[in-house]
């Protein structure tokens, strides 16, 4: 449709230059006169751009010079060889495919190493020359037939390093997954949380039932191991970037993501199961709400906002409150002061220790008071350690323990207090880290304080001898 206007077209212009380039034909030069000749009558032979490609020959050959280009045939894959005894002569050999660690090959004779460094064909007397003489110097130099080439062999660490960075096969050995199956669910994070559900349990105003204490601590557990273990599967390509948990199983790769899954719901199957058809079903919901805080609320506000630390409070403040409804059955406010004091506590433990780790958060991506806003995270501490004085004291209000309880509790408490308070005052790494460690021998001194003062129980009260009455007169 197209074709014929623009054929004419070309063909005007190609015309025009044509009759341009006869008038000035004395003063053109070859390049010139050969554009001439290229336009033909044909359309299929008009001027093109592919035609202007001797412009550029001009640059690499010129008229009456003997200046000329030609392609070299591929040569293949040589392998340079230095000989120790003379630096100057150099013997070219065919590349090996594979190089193993024992080298057992030899190098070719020389003769034919010579003969296959020489060119194929030399326009120049110089170049033959210099082919001469380094034949014959490598014949002189090179003498015997039997000498090791001097190639780099592969270390051991070194292949492991690269083997290390290369995809491969997961290989779990049996022997190897009860630690893996500990870390995966944090097993010291596991202990506390089961220590502070034993607490609330045994805190209860009711008989101590052996049984129902050991079904009630071992789902608690395996709840707690289901929230941990979903926890690392979420933030493995977060917990790469930590000192902290780099060296996680998931992490390392260990163990395939599927594996800890499927790990995961094996605990937390039957730990709720336990929890709700042996215990009861307050116990079981509790548990099942603190692995849906802990995985689906917690885990993924830490990289949002640092309202993460306060749901992470409400998560562990939920399992002396899951020890109480084990062993009562029913919510009471004794259950909600014991989860008072383990939400209380967790600020001065978790802000202490992150204020030591924001390095490691910072460029995990996780958005904590100690990285955001340092001065909150100073002043919550301290906040919170004075409120686990008040706890103490409204727990003989509550009929939880008796009086004696805020007055023996009130030395640690105010201790911690102390060291919150020069963490908020000095917000340093020292101070961080003594307000940290106190935090760990604070909550189980303080359980065991209020447990030793414990209110008796309800069948005790109840069956406490009345009064004789006196006599009449």
């Known amino acids: 449709m197209y074709k014929t206007p623009c054929s004419r077209l070309s063909g005007f212009v190609s015309l ?50 003997e200046l000329h280009q030609r392609a070299i045939p591929k040569r293949s894959d040589v392998l340079t060889i230095v000989d120790e005894r003379d630096d100057s002569v150099e013997r070219q050999v065919e590349r090996i495919p594979t190089i193993n660690n024992v ?104 008989p101590f039932d052996p049984f129902l204490f050991f079904v009630s601590s071992l789902g608690t557990g395996l709840a707690s191991c289901t929230a941990n273990s979903i926890n690392q599967y979420f933030e493995v390509p977060f917990d790469s970037n930590m000192n902290r948990t780099k060296n996680r199983p998931l992490v390392r790769g260990q163990i395939s993501p599927f594996h800890a899954v499927s790990f995961a719901l094996a605990c937390g199957i039957p730990g709720v199961a336990l929890l709700t058809l042996v ?25 949002l906002s640092i309202t993460n630390t306060w749901v992470g409070a409400v998560v562990g403040a939920i399992p002396p409150v899951m020890g ?86 009130l030395p640690i408490n105010l201790y911690i207090s102390y060291l919150a308070f020069r963490f908020c005052h000095k917000g340093d790494r020292n101070n961080a880290r003594k307000l940290f460690f106190c935090s760990l021998w604070h909550l189980p001194m303080l359980l065991l304080l209020a447990l030793t003062c414990k209110k008796p129980s309800r069948n005790q009260q109840d069956s406490a001898p009345s009064p004789l009455p006196l006599p009449a007169n």
């Open 279 to 303: 215990v009861n079903p307050l116990t079981g919901f509790l548990g099942f709400l603190n692995i849906l805080l802990y995985t689906c609320c917690y885990t993924p506000l830490k990289r």
């Open 324 to 409: 109480w409804t084990a062993a009562t059955g029913c919510l009471e406010p004794g259950a909600l002061l014991l989860g008072g004091f383990l939400y209380s506590w967790q600020f001065p433990h978790f802000n202490a220790l992150s204020w030591n780790l924001k390095e490691d958060y910072s460029r995990g991506g996780y958005r904590m008071m100690s990285v955001t806003h340092p001065a909150m995270c100073q002043r919550v501490a301290l906040r919170h350690s004075l409120g686990l004085i008040a706890l103490s004291t409204l727990a003989p209000v509550l009929d939880v323990t008796t009086w004696t309880f805020p007055i023996i509790s």
């Open 103 to 206: 080298v057992t090959s030899t190098v070719p004779h020389p003769e034919h190493a010579t003969e296959k460094a020489q060119p194929e064909s030399s326009t120049s007397k110089p170049a033959a020359e210099d082919v001469t003489v380094q034949k014959a110097s490598a014949s002189h130099t090179v003498s015997s037939p039997h000498e090791t080439p001097h190639v780099q062999v592969e270390t051991e660490e070194a292949r492991q390093a690269r083997l290390d960075r290369q995809w491969k096969e997961l290989k779990v050995d049996v022997a190897d997954l009860p630690d893996i199956y500990a870390r995966l669910s944090k097993f010291k994070l596991t202990a506390l949380v089961v220590t502070t559900a034993a607490a609330g349990f045994a805190m209860a105003p009711v």
């Open 16 to 65: 025009s230059v044509k009759q341009k380039f006869l008038q000035d034909a004395p003063r053109c030069s070859q390049s010139a006169r050969c554009l001439i000749q290229l336009q033909r009558r044909d359309p299929t032979n008009w001027l093109t751009y592919q035609h202007l490609i001797f412009l550029k020959r001009q640059y690499v050959a010129k008229n009456n010079s």
